[in-house]
């Protein structure tokens, strides 16, 4: 792995902070798209909503990535925004593309120089996704949080499905309540206790992460979703992570005190969400297990991809049965 620093690529070791913790870096390009091109919440302005002029670089493997693609289909912005993953296999130089999976826009070779493109001088991660703007050929946002939140209202009135609302109003602060307890252990949370060095940092990491599934299996016991009665942002937040849980983060991770498996509710919960029209084709497994069990060398030194676990995602989950939140 590597980022990049006044704009050159520089290899560096596995991010900690001197006590053996996980430390995920701060986003840089924070603009949004808007209906009329006028500043969003953050950055600068001068970018508005308009089919075909934006595009989302992911990775199939990535958590934070695959919520845009979730955030796409369910806004059924296919037509007005297209998306290209990289390889699966991360290697020194970051994210690359390959003859599979290329740069459609500019047929570079690592992600790392669209990030150069955007800004000669940048330092820090190149990280998917990158929201891209063909027209100033420039990084809107790499951001999943928020650039979920443009695609959820900044397209309505470009063909977007403007019955489907992620973010209502009414639901605001119990979202970003669960939100902010998820992201912290369970979404970032994994990751604190795979990247971790010491034992302390792993112990603290992977119990806190087990605390917050104890109770959202408690929460999900009593109602569908998360909050109100349709899935919103907060459950494909925690879906993306759910579903890559048993597959790649007990095993490689160590966050292997229950399996998901184990969850009754969190299982069917995960599945019920994986059936929702559209989402199944946003999930590659083997693809994810390939890019974490390869890339981490630090982690998993052999590269060795494990076979299992046997999981069905297209069994019935029986949860139409529970009430709305
Ligand atoms: N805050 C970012 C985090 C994205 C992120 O960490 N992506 C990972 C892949 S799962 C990445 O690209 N890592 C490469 C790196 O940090 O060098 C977001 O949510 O958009």
Not at 55 to 80: D, M
Not at 231 to 236: G, I, K, L, V
Not at 266 to 273: G, K, V
Request: glycine share 8%.
């Amino acid at each position: 792995m590597g980022q990049l620093v006044d704009g050159k690529w520089k290899i560096d070791p596995p991010r900690e902070s001197g006590d053996g913790k996980f430390k995920r870096a701060k986003t840089h390009f924070r603009n949004w798209i808007t209906p009329d091109g006028d500043a969003g919440p953050t950055g600068m302005g001068g970018f508005p909503a308009a089919a075909g002029r934006y595009h989302i670089y992911v990775s199939l493997a990535c958590p934070w990535a695959h919520r845009t693609l979730v955030v796409r289909k369910l806004k059924g912005l296919e037509e007005q925004i297209s998306v290209s993953s990289c390889a699966a296999f991360m290697g020194d130089h970051g994210w690359e593309f390959t003859d599979e999976f290329p740069d459609p826009l500019y047929k570079k070779k690592y992600v790392h120089e669209l990030y150069q493109k955007a800004d000669a001088g940048y330092t820090g991660r190149a990280s998917v996704p990158v929201l891209w703007d063909k027209e100033r050929e420039t990084i809107v946002s790499n951001e999943s949080a928020e650039i979920i939140r443009m695609l959820n209202s900044a397209f309505d009135g470009l063909g977007a499905d403007a019955s489907v609302d992620l973010y209502p109003a009414a639901l605001r602060a119990e979202i970003d309540r669960i939100n902010s307890v998820v992201y912290d252990t369970v979404n970032n949370g994994v990751y604190k206790s795979g990247f971790a060095t010491t034992q302390a940092a792993y112990e603290e990491a992977a119990t806190a992460l087990f605390v917050t599934l104890d109770e959202l299996e408690e929460r999900l016991s009593r109602q569908r979703y998360l909050v109100g009665e349709r899935p919103t942002e907060a459950d494909w937040r925690l879906f993306t992570t759910l579903v890559r849980f048993d597959p790649v983060y007990v095993g490689h991770f160590k966050c292997n005190i229950r399996r998901l498996a184990d969850y009754a509710n969190l299982s069917n919960y995960l599945r019920d969400l994986y059936q929702v029209p559209g989402i199944a084709e946003t999930v590659h497994i083997d693809y994810i297990k390939e890019h974490y069990y390869r890339s981490h060398t630090s982690v998993n030194p052999t590269g060795i991809v494990p076979i299992g676990p046997e999981i069905d995602l297209k069994a019935p989950h029986n949860r139409e049965r529970l009430q709305a939140a």
